[in-house]
């Protein structure tokens, strides 16, 4: 099969189109011809060296796809050769076939295109873990999410409205502040010219708000302890800004804060399992009833994910940035 090879990463030219075998159904495991694999920001730091794969996980790129199953494992009992699925797949997405464990797949929401699904597992797993998991989300609560024009940002503002928050995001040009507003946030701050901190303080009449995602890290954490409501809670993704901080933690004490994080790789396969069926559940009627729907920015062939993720780092994107594998 063709698939991406990076080579020892590096910079996006590393990335070329190769061949190699395909993948066998382990037990528990499917194995799916892509169709279309969705680009994520951890794609970028594994491709550059910095987020290696977890023990075990195949090497190539690439966290979700969606396509027709190609193979079962025999002991995989609820999807079929040709059955039309997304996966969170543990890596292998950049490929023509890619194997996943047979309970992080999902069916293709009605009414959803093959593409539009393959743009779901990734950024629906991780804010439903960390927003309404970890965050405890609930209605009538306040969210802020920071980076809300990304693939993430745009998830969790639409899921976050959808169960009834209240939703303020930061972007960083006018176009992706009006692009949120339309999907649903009831604000949003651009970060280039207004101080968050003082924009929530006055959209919450000084109170803070109840919930914050981020993916920024750096200056942000002490400034997101600050835009924090009495038991409020801080969830953090992702460090774009960096991990290491000198900063006064008192608001933990006084306001009865919790600081948590997480990432969605490590879990096991029982614990994505169970991601899966919540979102089935609870998420899948959204999107098939076209209350929530997935933002697609771009999509490059197979063997132009380097264009992809030069797209991806220039962060002029809103939305998801897609791979064609196979139409
Ligand atoms: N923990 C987990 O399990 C998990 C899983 C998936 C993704 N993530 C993380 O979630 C984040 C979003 O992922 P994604 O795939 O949706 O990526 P994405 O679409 O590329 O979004 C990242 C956004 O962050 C903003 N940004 C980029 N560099 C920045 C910087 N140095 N400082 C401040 N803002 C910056 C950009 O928006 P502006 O132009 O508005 O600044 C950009 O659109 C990534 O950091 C990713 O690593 C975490």
């Not at 890596?91 to 293709?108: K, Q």
């Not at 959808?162 to 946030?185: L, M, Q, S």
């Not at 409020?232 to 774009?240: N, P």
């Amino acid at each position: 099969m063709l698939y991406i090879d990076h080579g020892k990463g590096g910079a996006a030219e590393v990335m070329n189109l190769a061949e190699g075998p395909v993948p066998q159904a382990q037990a528990g495991e499917v194995v799916i011809e892509v169709n279309y694999a969705g680009v994520n920001r951890p794609d970028v730091l594994q491709r550059s060296g910095s987020y290696p794969p977890p023990p075990g996980a195949s090497p190539v790129l690439g966290l979700e796809v969606a396509g027709r199953v190609h193979a079962v494992a025999p002991d995989v009992k609820q999807w079929k050769v040709g059955d039309l699925v997304c996966a969170l797949t543990p890596g292998g997405g950049y490929a023509e076939y890619c194997a996943v464990p047979a309970a992080h797949c999902l069916p293709v929401p009605k009414g959803l295109s093959s593409q539009d699904a393959a743009a779901l597992p990734e950024n629906f797993y991780t804010v439903w873990t960390n927003v309404f998991d970890r965050g405890r989300l609930k209605a009538g609560e306040t969210f802020l999410v920071h980076g809300g024009s990304s693939g993430i940002g745009l998830t969790a503002i639409q899921l976050a409205k959808a169960f009834g928050a209240t939703v303020y995001t930061t972007v960083g040009n006018a176009e992706k502040a009006a692009f949120c507003r339309d999907i649903g946030a009831d604000a949003a701050i651009n970060y280039r010219e207004q101080d968050f901190v003082a924009e929530v303080a006055q959209l919450t009449g000084n109170k803070g708000v109840d919930l914050i995602l981020d993916m920024v890290g750096g200056p942000y954490i002490e400034k997101n302890l600050k835009s924090l409501a009495l038991e409020g809670r801080l969830v953090q993704i992702a460090f774009l800004q960096g991990s290491k901080v000198a900063l006064d933690v008192l608001p933990l004490m006084i306001k009865r804060l919790t600081f948590t994080g997480s990432t969605l790789r490590p879990r096991t396969v029982a614990q994505k399992a169970a991601i899966a069926q919540a979102l089935q559940q609870q998420v899948w009627p959204l999107l098939e009833s076209g209350k929530v729907k997935p933002v697609i920015h771009a999509t490059f062939p197979l063997k132009d994910a380097k264009l992809a993720h030069e797209l991806m780092e220039s962060s002029k994107h809103i939305g998801k940035i897609m791979l064609e594998v196979k139409r």
